[in-house]
């Protein structure tokens, strides 16, 4: 069988916001990819779960390295791809 999984959008900044004005509906975003995922039978993934300010990047928007990192670790252990040996 196939399994979908959807991220939720991660969370934008104040300068991020100021620069992309789209970036202010992630709260609405989030709501409305949690309800599809509902809807459909999908797996939701969180990747807000260990996000800190301090891995913003310059424009408020992306992120650092060291977030990424973070990042695929993270959402590969909630879709288990790797069993045991990522956690």
Known sequence: A???YVQNMTPV?????????????NEAYNS????????CGYT???????FD????GKDGLHYSRAY????LQDVTNQM?????NFK
């Open 2 to 4: 196939i399994k979908i």
């Open 13 to 25: 900044g104040a300068l991020g916001i100021a620069n992309y004005s789209h970036a202010v509906n």
């Open 32 to 39: 409305a990819i949690y309800a599809m995922c509902a809807e």
């Open 44 to 50: 939701f993934v969180d990747a807000n779960t260990y």
């Open 53 to 56: 300010q301090a891995y913003y």
């Open 68 to 71: 990424y990192r973070l990042w």
């Open 80 to 84: 288990d791809l790797w069993g045991d």
